[in-house]
């Protein structure tokens, strides 16, 4: 019987080269539908980010502007506040032209001050801080100290304390802020004698309804943190200057939300005293800071991703437009952000 030939199959050059050609444009596909994804997420998570932090700025911004002379109910057109602390700080000017202030595009020469990015706007302000304690004893002018229910503040000795019922107000300084446990009621001291005030008479005998607040001043403004991102751009964030309760000491400046890149800032201005607003203009162009009734805020934020988006300016950053000018692309994704905001004590 003749042997069986045995057949052999297998695969060719050509089925090998083609072979080799699938897999290699299939890999490809992958990697290009991976880094695709990525890319979209870096986007995703840079934009959720910028979100966040701009809505956290804006908050800052807004909550505190819209306090600026504020001194419990009453306010400075009509109540004039009583100082009888000696040699008040640099940061204090309470009266209604100067409670808020701007400036415009600063300089390169703010160093003493803020240390400001070049170009951007500050915002300072003044204002009684809450939360309010209540007057609770030894209301006699005369007297060089005041019984108060609390100390929520945390207000402290050379702090500066404002006192007010709505009809009257009066500011000291502490010479010293202490627990009060005589005859049994708990309850804290304030002392407001000569040494630190030019005199120890308040303005008149306040009640039990009077409110005590300590006073503080802030200043916002953009500053370069001295960090970098991955690709070594500069990390510019939103810091806030403000004098804190316990020790009388002066500002201090801290770190808010990084990520803001620039800000502007202009303001609605009463120009014939109706009480409503005429133009919005720049800091360098108001005249009477009493007469500003609104602050109409404009914030830059920049992510801190270097390659969100294409340097050309994909995903529409092409047309963004900060402050009437377009913005320069570099990568990083950026969002404006606008809102306005009414200063509470000048409402009509």
């Known amino acids: 019987m003749a042997a069986l030939q045995k057949s052999h199959s297998g695969f060719g050059l050509v089925e090998l080269l083609i072979a080799l050609g699938l897999g290699l444009l299939l890999t490809t596909a992958v990697m290009q539908v991976t880094l695709a994804s990525q890319r979209s997420q870096l986007l995703l998570d840079a934009a959720a980010r910028l979100q966040e932090s701009g809505r956290l700025a804006m908050s800052f911004l807004k909550t505190d502007i819209r306090t600026a002379g504020y001194m419990g109910c009453p306010n400075l057109q009509r109540i004039p506040l009583n100082v009888i602390a000696e040699s008040p700080p640099a940061d204090f000017n309470f009266t209604a032209a100067e409670v808020l202030k701007g400036f415009d595009n600063v300089a390169d020469d703010n160093t003493n001050t803020y240390d400001a990015v070049p170009g951007t706007d500050v915002v300072v302000l003044q204002r009684a801080a809450l939360p309010a304690t209540r007057l609770t004893g ?167 991703e270097d390659n969100a988006v294409a340097a050309s300016g994909n995903f529409g950053q092409n047309t963004l437009q900060f402050n009437g000018a377009a913005v320069h692309q570099d990568g990083r994704l950026r969002q404006v952000y606008h809102s306005v905001v009414a200063i509470r004590n000048r409402l009509p």
């Open 138 to 304: 030894n209301v006699n002018p005369n007297n060089a100290n005041i019984q108060v229910a609390g100390n929520p503040a945390g207000l402290g000795r050379n702090d500066f304390v404002f006192i007010t019922d709505c009809v009257n107000a009066d500011l000291f300084k502490a010479n010293t802020v202490s627990a009060n446990n005589s005859n049994g009621n708990s309850g804290i001291t304030i002392v407001h004698s000569r040494g630190s005030n030019n005199s120890n008479h308040l303005s008149k005998i306040y009640g039990r309804d009077a409110e005590i607040m300590g006073f503080q001043s802030l200043a916002y403004f953009i500053r370069d943190t001295g960090r970098t991102t991955a690709g070594g751009s500069a990390i510019y964030s939103l810091y806030v200057k403000a004098r804190r309760f316990g020790s009388g000491a002066a500002p201090v400046a801290t770190e808010l939300i990084e990520g803001v890149e620039n800000m502007q800032l202009t303001y609605g201005v009463d120009t014939n005293a109706d009480r409503s607003i005429d133009a919005y203009r720049v800091a360098a162009d108001v005249a009477d800071w009493s007469a500003v009734l609104s602050v109409r805020i404009e914030l830059l934020m920049q992510s801190l």
